[in-house]
Structure formats: structure tokens, C-alpha cells
T-cell receptor, first 113, second 114 residues
Framework: GESVGLHLPTLSVQEGDNSIINCAYS??????FIWYKQESGKGPQFIID?????DKRQGQRVTVLLNKTVKHLSLQIAATQPGDSAVYFC????????????FGTGTLLAVQP | GAGVSQSPSNKVTEKGKDVELRCDPI?????LYWYRQSLGQGLEFLIY????????KSGLPSDRFSAERTGGSVSTLTIQRTQQEDSAVYLC????????????FGPGTRLLVL
């Protein structure tokens, strides 16, 4: 079936480095994408979103890039900090009548001090 | 409260028993979602309520699962005759309009079926 998947299940980076978390999606009809951060024992926390009519969006220390040609989504975190350590999920909304999000399996980001 | 709240935070039950999980969405949010997260996995959609419309139940895994939303606010997810494979974290989220805009998640209920 169609799904959203992540290339790397675990990413280890040094504090201060930039992090890039990747996500592939298979449904070209998806029109809205979100990145969530989930810390241990907590619910997912919204980070940033992007619509399919955009290819880049920036937030505070985070940037999301969308490449519709290859159905690829990435989250870039600048100057990664220990507090960024968490599982990161991408999610897609396929539009239409349903507003449910389809989540990927997640990438664990481990920031080494 | 400012965020989505869920209760209980943890629930241990015996196989075959029924459980009820509660979600209090953010005040004024018309849309409410239930998801299930198994250990080390992503979130699996269960059910979606939007205003007075019929809920989208397409994600419920079996007829042992049901959910209600009373008065357009609080929601209860009920699992009847629990099985060990029901063990997971059950997450509730709400959003303002029900469009795929930002969904705000609660802390979840960790269910363990022995």
C-alpha cells in the first residue's frame, strides 16, 4: 500500500552540527506535509509544515524542503542541540474528504555532546 | 488547560477486560483524532471527529474498538475484550478547523494488556 517512509531510522550528530532527516512519500496526490518531534514519554510536537505548492519553508533553526519530482521531504536542523534529541516523524495529508495524517515510522536523532 | 489532556496516563489491564480512554481536546477545537502508537513505530490513525459530521472510523482495527465524542468536546475510546496486541500508546489530537492544519497532541495513554 501507499506509505510514508524514512530513509534512516537513526541519525547521530555532534552538537553544533547541522542535521538532515529525510522522508520519502509515495502518493503524488498528497498536498500537505508536517514534521513532528516526539520526545520520550510525550506526544508528538508540531515543528513545521509545508504545502505542496511550496518547495521550501523556514522556521526557527529548521527548514523543510519538498521535492515533488522525486517525492522527497527533508527536515534540516541548524546548529543541533542536545534538546533536539528525539524521534522525528514526517506525516502527509492526502487531501480530499479525510483529514487524517499518514505518519512515517520515525527517525531517532541522537545528539552527541 | 492549555493543551490536550488524556487520562489515565497509564493503564494496565488483563486480557479480556474492557478499557476506556479519555481525551479532553483544546477548548474550541472542532476536530479530534485518535491514533495508536506501538513500541518503536509510527502513529496509526484510528478515528476522526469533525464537528457534528459522522466520524471517520476507517482506521479502527476491529469491532472491539469504538469511540464517542459527547457534546463536541470530550472523547472516549473504548476497547472491549482487550488482547495483548492492543498494548500500545493511544494518542489523541485536536485541531481548530479539522483541515489538515496543525494537530496538537496529548501526552497519550500507555496501555498494557497482560
Amino acid at each position: 500500500g501507499e506509505s510514508v517512509g524514512l530513509h534512516l531510522p537513526t541519525l547521530s550528530v555532534q552538537e553544533g552540527d547541522n542535521s538532515i532527516i529525510n522522508c520519502a512519500y509515495s502518493n503524488s496526490a498528497s498536498d500537505y506535509f508536517i514534521w513532528y518531534k516526539q520526545e520520550s514519554g510525550k506526544g508528538p510536537q508540531f515543528i513545521i509544515d509545508i504545502r505542496s505548492n511550496m518547495d521550501k519553508r523556514q522556521g526557527q533553526r529548521v527548514t523543510v524542503l519538498l521535492n515533488k519530482t522525486v517525492k522527497h521531504l527533508s527536515l534540516q536542523i541548524a546548529a543541533t542541540q542536545p534538546g533536539d534529541s528525539a524521534v522525528y516523524f514526517c506525516a502527509e495529508n492526502r487531501g480530499g474528504a479525510t483529514n487524517k495524517l499518514i505518519f512515517g515510522t520515525g527517525t531517532l536523532l541522537a545528539v552527541q555532546p | 488547560g492549555a493543551g490536550v489532556s488524556q487520562s489515565p496516563s497509564n493503564k494496565v489491564t488483563e486480557k479480556g477486560k474492557d478499557v476506556e480512554l479519555r481525551c479532553d481536546p483544546i477548548s474550541g477545537h472542532t476536530a479530534l483524532y485518535w491514533y495508536r502508537q506501538s513500541l518503536g513505530q509510527g502513529l496509526e490513525f484510528l478515528i476522526y471527529f469533525q464537528g457534528n459530521s459522522a466520524p471517520d472510523k476507517s482506521g479502527l482495527p476491529s469491532d472491539r474498538f469504538s469511540a464517542e465524542r459527547t457534546g463536541g468536546s470530550v472523547s472516549t475510546l473504548t476497547i472491549q475484550r482487550t488482547q495483548q496486541e492492543d498494548s500500545a500508546v493511544y494518542l489523541c489530537a485536536s485541531s481548530l478547523q479539522g483541515a489538515p492544519e496543525t494537530q496538537y497532541f496529548g501526552p497519550g495513554t500507555r496501555l498494557l494488556v497482560l
